[in-house]
Structure formats: C-alpha cells, structure tokens
C-alpha cells in the first residue's frame, strides 16, 4: 500500500536559514508526488508539483526515487513561510491523494 | 473563476443523526474527492467521484457515503452520526479524469461538523 511519512511534526527555524522539509513515500510504481500548504485560518493550497519541476515562493521539491524522498527546500526562510505543509502521493490523476501527517514550520525573527 | 464551494461551513449535530454536506467543484473539473482531515489522523481519504460513479473509496465505514450529480456537484452523507465523526470534511476538484495529466487538487475550504 501507498504511504507517506513526514517524521518532523514541528520544525522551527530562524528567518534566513535554510529550510529542509522531509518527506518520504513507500510505492513500488512510479508516483506523483505532491507538496500542499495550509497557512493559518486558510484552505489547503497546492504548492508543487514534482511533475512540472517549477520553484514556488522560492520552493522547490525533487523526487529522488533511489531514497524514495521528495523532500521540499527553501535556502532562505521568511516568516510568512509559516505554515502546516503536507505531502502528498497520488498514483495517478483521478485517484486519492495520500497524505502525510504534515509539518509544522515556525519561522521567528 | 470560483473555486471549489463547500456548504455549509458549519455544523452541528446529535449523536444518532444524519448529516449530508454540499460541494461545488471549479467549473470544468468532473474529479471530485472528499477528505476527512482530523487532529489525531491527519488527513484521510473517504471517496473520489468522476463523471458520477464513485472510483475509489477509502477505508471508512459505510456510514460515509456520496454521490455525484451531473453538473459534477458533490454531496456525502454520514449516517448514525458518532461523536468521532467530528472533523473538518474537505473536498477537492481536479481537471482531468483518470489518465490525465496530473495537475493536482483544489480543496475547498471545508465543513466543520461537530457531533455532540
């Protein structure tokens, strides 16, 4: 069965530091992985997708398959990033998405 | 455009009661799924409708069930309500059918139901 694991439910950082949310999948065939954001008291918006390889408000996401890892990066964090960020597996369109139980990120000046 | 509407956004119910919760996709999309997302487990799938015929389910009890209209608008039905049902109920929209590009789901902004 498909499943996503994010192991840090809080991770918190300081304005202009590097960010490194984890993410990995189990899934024998070839998924496509997403990242969702929900900022405070506002729905959950997809952030990338790891099929179009775009950078969003500075993110970015690769799939390495070999780790079966999609982790999301930011060199640079801002307090605005703060938010819960998700990962996602879908095995393809039309199908469920798989979360993960997402992350915390706290980001203080 | 408008994005995907959920109605009502608030609810509150008897244990023993029924609910049904309303969703209106982005205009286009004929993908439709629900999630239950909780506190405890997070966000969890419940069903995924496409041109009216239910695809995929998640592993709930079939006190969940839903429906899909022509016009694509979605509806799910709790049945016997349990104080455990309290959640948040998503649901999300997507372009393209399965096979398609993936371009990922719109969620609206969710119904919270509250059994007491």
């Known amino acids: 069965a498909q499943r996503v694991t994010q192991p840090e439910k809080l991770l918190s950082v300081f304005k202009g530091a590097p960010v490194e949310l984890k993410c990995n999948y189990s899934?024998?065939?070839?998924?496509?992985l997403f990242w969702y954001v929900q900022y405070s008291r506002q729905r959950l918006q997809l952030l990338l997708r790891?099929?179009s390889r775009e950078s969003i408000k500075g993110f970015t996401a690769d799939l390495n398959k070999g780790e079966t890892s999609f982790h999301l990066k930011k060199p640079f964090a801002q307090e605005e990033d703060s938010a819960m960020y998700y990962c996602?597996?879908?095995?393809?369109?039309?199908?469920?998405?798989?979360f993960g139980k997402g992350t915390t990120l706290s980001v203080s000046s | 455009k408008a994005g995907v509407t959920q109605t009502p956004r608030y609810l509150i119910k008897t244990r023993g009661q029924q609910v049904t919760l309303s969703c209106s996709p982005i205009?286009?999309?004929?993908?439709v799924s629900w999630y239950q997302q909780t506190p405890g487990q997070g966000l969890q799938f419940l069903f995924e409708y496409f041109s009216e015929t239910q695809r995929n389910k998640g592993n709930f009890p079939g006190r969940f069930s839903g429906r899909q209209f022509s016009n694509s608008r979605s509806e799910m039905n709790v049945s016997t309500l349990e104080l455990g049902d309290s959640a948040l109920y998503l649901c999300a929209s997507q372009l393209a059918g399965q096979g398609g590009a993936n371009y990922g789901y719109t969620f609206g902004s969710g119904t919270r139901l509250t059994v007491v």
């Open positions: 899934y024998s065939g070839s998924p496509e």
């Open positions: 205009s286009g999309h004929r993908s």
């Open positions: 996602a597996l879908s095995v393809q369109a039309g199908t469920a998405l798989i």
């Open positions: 790891h099929i």
